[in-house]
């Protein structure tokens, strides 16, 4: 009987560390996914920055060209 007692507690006790890994296991990936979340909605903002600036550049010429900006575009291909 005492082998079984030892064997129980070598069993609760691995299944202990095994929880207490996948813990920090998940935790870790939810960090990372938090990191990644965060930096691709950065990117986001900023590409919709630099797609409202090409916007109004594409105006502003076609304003000082007198011409439509979908006119200008084709000319620069």
Do not use: F, Y
Request: proline content about 1%; overall charge negative.
């Amino acid at each position: 009987m005492s082998g079984d007692v030892t064997q129980i507690g070598m069993l609760i006790a691995a299944v202990s560390v095994l929880s207490t890994v996948i813990t920090m296991l998940w935790r870790q990936v939810t960090k990372h996914h938090d990191e990644v979340t965060t930096e691709l909605n950065d990117t986001r903002e900023a590409l919709k920055d630099c797609t409202d600036d090409r916007t109004l550049i594409w105006k502003t010429l076609a304003m000082q060209a007198g011409r439509p900006v979908d006119e200008l575009k084709r000319e620069s291909r």
